[in-house]
């Protein structure tokens, strides 16, 4: 038996990662007006094309590959179990700018994404967690979001996006 990813199997690995007709949804929008503060919700934003999320403290250089963040709304009850926390975690907790729901963020990975009518994201790899979830969660913070900490993206056309706008693969 020939190794996965290697012949006739090769194409198969590729059609499975290219197999993706869920679509999913965008739960909360988060700018962090202040840095060090926590994101501010709100239920729509602006996203400047190259550039960053209206409202945001951050100023990403153009051409940047962490523009923007995403985290999945999945994974908030997921690490809030690993603390040991009954309720899921508030997502403005964990400093992401927009959280989704319905689909595997990590199957997105270097791949392009829709939000809405306008809003196209270039994911650009995964976020992964810093020392600051130590002070926001308390001890194993970071632990616990290992593995969960999302996906950063450039901003490859903006536009408004609105919570509950349709997350899907641009075409």
Not at 111 to 129: A, K, M
Request: one cysteine or more; hydrophobic letters at 40%.
């Amino acid at each position: 038996m020939a190794f996965p990813f290697f012949g006739d199997d090769k194409s198969t690995v590729a059609r499975l990662l290219a197999t993706l007709p869920q679509t999913g949804r965008l739960e909360w929008i988060g700018p962090r007006p202040v840095r060090r503060e926590p994101p501010v919700s709100v239920l729509e934003a602006e996203l400047k094309t190259d550039s960053h999320l209206l409202g945001d403290h951050a100023r990403p250089k153009t051409g940047g590959k962490r523009q923007i963040t995403l985290i999945q709304h999945e994974h908030l009850a997921a690490v809030a179990g690993y603390l040991g926390l009954d309720a899921p975690l508030d997502p403005a907790r964990l400093r992401r700018n927009l959280v989704v729901s319905g689909l595997n963020l990590l199957a997105l990975k270097n791949r392009q994404i829709r939000i809405g009518d306008d809003v196209v994201l270039d994911i650009t790899g995964e976020c992964h967690p810093c020392s600051r979830m130590e002070e926001e969660l308390g001890p194993g913070g970071y632990n616990a979001m290992r593995g969960h900490g999302g996906l950063t993206a450039h901003i490859a056309q903006g536009g408004i996006i609105r919570v509950g706008d349709v997350l899907q693969i641009a075409t």
